[in-house]
Structures are given as C-alpha cells and as structure tokens.
C-alpha cells in the first residue's frame, strides 16, 4: 500500500510538479473601432530537458465603435490554460472577470498543465491549434499550423463582445458579456445534445434590427465501422441568452454527411492538410445569408451550402460543365 | 507528456497514410462576391481542377450552383 501511495505521489510529481508552465502572448490582438481583433497565445510546459507548447487563438480585443473614451474597450485573455477572462478597465480592481462555461469555468482536466481547450474562433484559424513538442534529445515534434494577419483576424464588434470559442472536449460555445457576467453557452443541436465539431466558416452581420453571428462546422459522429462527419450551420442573434442552436446541412432531403476521410480531413486543416472548404462569403440574396462551398470526399463533387437565421442550412450540388 | 507524445505521434503520422486524407481534386484561385441588383448580391468562386489543369468558375445560376471551365 506504501509502496503504491509512493509510486502515485511520484507520478503526480512528475506531471504536476516538475515542471514549469509559462504563458505568453505570441502575436497580441489589434483592431480598429468597431472591430474585434484576435490574438496568438503560446502556452508551454517545460522540464527534465523537453517541452510542450501550444499556440492557439487566445486574445481578442474589442473596439466598440461610438462609445465613450475608455467604455468600449474589452479584452478576452486566456489566463492560464484553461481560463477564459473578459477584461474591462472600467470594472476597477478586479477588471478581468472569469467567463463561465455553461455555469461554471472551463476545468482542466486531471494532471494537465497546458490544455488545447479553450481556444477562441477566428476568422482564419477557426479554433485550430498548433502544438510543439521537444524531448532532451533534441528532436522536435510539430502538429498543426497557425495564420496570423492582422487585416483578416478582426470581425465587427457584436452586442457582449462575443467571440465563439471550442471548450472542453471540443464543444463549440459562443461566449459574450451577459449583465451578470461573461458566459459562454454551449451550441446545441436538435434535441438538446451538445455540438462537438470544427468550425469551418464565421461571419457575422447586421439585419433586421439584430445583429446575428454564424458558423458552419463539420460534427464529428462515429458511426459503425467508419467515422463521418454532419455538417452544420449554427446561428444565434447576438443579444439572445440562448445559446446557439445548430441545425444539419441536407443534400438533396437527406443530412450532409462527408464519409470516413473527413473527418481527418478537417482535422487537417489544422495542420495545413486539405481542407473540404472552398469559400466562404456572406451575400446579400433576399436577406443575409452565409454560404460555403465544399468539395465531397468522392471525386470532385462541389457543393453549395446556404444558411439563413429561422430555415434549414441547405446545400445544392453544382453541376460541372 | 508520454501520452500527449504519442498522440502527437499519431496525430503527426496518421495523415501520412493516403486512406486518411483525401487528396481533393480542386484548388481556390479566388473568391468574392458581386453586386447583381439594388439589394442582392451573388457570390463567385474560381477553381483550379488538379486533374487537367483547367480553371472553372463556380456561381450560383437560377437552376442552381454551376461550375463552368473557362480554359
């Protein structure tokens, strides 16, 4: 039993101790007024020789446009690896206050020192991460990639300074400040079940009166013997305290689904690998909509996919001449 | 960090195997939108096609997404 409890605490040191866990910003966040602006978060763990970093979209700052001096201005920041913070000079000593992930903070997991989740969703990098890895030998492991441009990473500013974010297990959640706190609300699919997936796309746009924010994203789902992923669209009004509600993509009457290789591929996408996404574009067609064009995993079939707030994403096949 | 090694490991050498990442026969060469009327806006998007070499443009026609070679 001794022995055991021994063994255990050595473990626990080992993960948990020995090590030492820094957090920095890479690229900070810039914007205009009226503009959102997203940053690079580099999170590392390090010791006995070796290391571990994640970079990943972890600041955003808000210039809201026509406020006053100093009232506009907001700051989400990952403060450690798995808190978020919405930060606001004006809020006085405790200026940075600590979002809530459906009630409570983002935990991380048992034994972890540097998590992946949260990461905020930017227009380039779409909640992707990238993750270095070195060992006392020297060799070097690195998965994924991360954009940064200071003219592509910014969105308008939204009604709470929301920002979408992938939360624990890869849950997609859209945060904003709500008058009691910041709160980030998970998205939902019908029935109620949580949306686990990779955003693909992220707009947001001013109609009727509201102003409204969208992502499309692939959901992962395994099925038997083989992986597939549904694609969804999720809209949500940015004053709503509902959280977003998403809603599967059909093709021809029946969900989109993009078999077996998909999955890897949009996972790809965060290593620079192919991605299913075309284009992405806001238009104008009878109110906003937010389209993508997708290619199918089965040799060269294009898809065109719309979404609208209050109808069903769809998606039409073109036809190639 | 051995496990999150190896999973970097696998995550690293999955996508080295052809039955894991599709190799998708389209590239973007660009992609916008146009103003079309008062209120209405069309979205556009041009494709290199791997196989041939061709250009195709991609539009939103009144029978539906269209994709037509240019060269």
């Given at each position: 039993?001794?022995?055991?409890?021994?063994?255990?605490?050595?473990?626990?040191?080992?993960?948990v101790?020995?090590?030492?866990?820094?957090?920095?910003?890479?690229?900070?966040?810039?914007?205009?007024?009226?503009?959102?602006?997203?940053?690079?978060?580099?999170?590392?763990?390090?010791?006995?020789?070796?290391?571990?970093?994640?970079?990943?979209?972890?600041?955003?700052?808000?210039?809201?446009?026509g406020?006053?001096?100093?009232?506009?201005?907001?700051?989400?920041?990952?403060?450690?690896?798995?808190?978020?913070?919405?930060?606001?000079a004006?809020?006085?000593?405790?200026?940075?206050?600590?979002?809530?992930?459906?009630?409570?903070?983002n935990?991380?997991?048992?034994?972890?020192?540097?998590?992946?989740?949260?990461?905020?969703?930017?227009?380039?990098?779409?909640?992707?991460?990238?993750?270095?890895?070195?060992?006392?030998?020297?060799?070097?492991?690195?998965?994924?990639?991360?954009?940064?441009?200071?003219?592509?990473?910014?969105?308008p500013?939204?009604?709470?300074?929301?920002?979408?974010?992938?939360?624990?297990?890869?849950t997609?959640?859209?945060c904003?400040?709500?008058?009691?706190?910041?709160?980030?609300?998970?998205?939902?699919?019908?029935?109620?079940?949580?949306?686990?997936?990779?955003?693909?796309?992220?707009?947001?746009?001013?109609?009727?009166?509201?102003?409204?924010?969208?992502?499309?994203?692939?959901?992962?789902?395994?099925?038997?013997?083989?992986?597939?992923?549904?694609?969804?669209?999720?809209?949500?009004?940015?004053?709503?305290?509902?959280?977003?509600?998403?809603?599967?993509?059909?093709?021809?009457?029946?969900?989109?689904?993009?078999?077996?290789?998909?999955?890897?591929?949009?996972?790809?996408?965060?290593?620079?690998?192919?991605?299913?996404?075309?284009?992405?574009?806001?238009?104008?067609?009878?109110?906003?909509?937010?389209?993508?064009w997708?290619?199918?995993?089965?040799?060269?079939?294009?898809?065109?996919?719309?979404a609208h707030?209050?109808?069903?994403?769809?998606?039409?096949?073109?036809?190639?001449? | 960090?051995?496990?999150?090694?190896?999973?970097?490991?696998?995550?690293?050498?999955?996508?080295?195997?052809?039955?894991?990442?599709?190799?998708?026969?389209?590239?973007?060469?660009?992609?916008?939108?146009i103003?079309?009327?008062?209120?209405?806006?069309?979205?556009?998007?041009?494709?290199?096609?791997?196989?041939?070499?061709?250009?195709?443009?991609?539009?939103n026609?009144?029978?539906?997404?269209?994709?037509?070679?240019?060269?």
């Amino acid at each position: 039993m001794k022995r055991s409890l021994a063994v255990l605490a050595g473990l626990a040191g080992l993960l948990v101790g020995c090590s030492t866990t820094t957090e920095i910003v890479a690229h900070p966040a810039h914007s205009a007024r009226g503009r959102m602006g997203f940053g690079v978060a580099q999170s590392t763990d390090a010791g006995f020789g070796s290391s571990f970093t994640v970079f990943r979209t972890g600041v955003a700052g808000a210039s809201a446009a026509g406020k006053e001096i100093g009232g506009g201005d907001y700051v989400w920041r990952l403060s450690n690896s798995s808190t978020l913070e919405l930060c606001h000079a004006a809020w006085g000593a405790s200026a940075c206050r600590t979002a809530l992930f459906d009630g409570g903070p983002n935990a991380f997991p048992a034994f972890v020192k540097v998590a992946v989740y949260p990461v905020l969703v930017d227009p380039i990098n779409l909640g992707r991460v990238q993750m270095v890895s070195t060992d006392a030998q020297g060799s070097t492991w690195v998965y994924g990639s991360i954009a940064h441009g200071e003219d592509l990473t910014t969105v308008p500013v939204s009604p709470g300074f929301g920002v979408w974010a992938i939360g624990g297990g890869g849950t997609i959640h859209h945060c904003r400040l709500e008058p009691d706190a910041p709160r980030c609300r998970v998205a939902k699919a019908a029935g109620g079940a949580s949306v686990t997936g990779l955003p693909v796309s992220l707009k947001d746009w001013d109609d009727g009166g509201k102003h409204w924010e969208s992502i499309w994203a692939l959901m992962g789902l395994a099925i038997p013997g083989q992986l597939a992923t549904s694609v969804v669209a999720c809209v949500l009004a940015s004053d709503s305290n509902e959280g977003p509600v998403c809603k599967p993509a059909t093709l021809d009457g029946a969900p989109l689904t993009l078999q077996n290789a998909s999955f890897f591929a949009a996972l790809g996408g965060a290593s620079g690998f192919d991605t299913p996404v075309l284009a992405s574009h806001l238009i104008s067609d009878q109110g906003m909509r937010h389209v993508v064009w997708l290619m199918l995993p089965d040799n060269g079939t294009i898809v065109r996919c719309s979404a609208h707030p209050g109808d069903a994403p769809t998606c039409v096949k073109a036809q190639m001449e | 960090m051995k496990t999150i090694r190896s999973t970097l490991l696998l995550l690293a050498l999955c996508p080295a195997f052809a039955a894991c990442v599709p190799v998708y026969p389209y590239h973007v060469v660009s992609s916008h939108t146009i103003q079309i009327g008062d209120r209405q806006e069309a979205d556009v998007v041009w494709v290199g096609d791997l196989r041939d070499g061709s250009l195709k443009r991609c539009f939103n026609s009144k029978e539906g997404p269209k994709c037509e070679r240019v060269k």
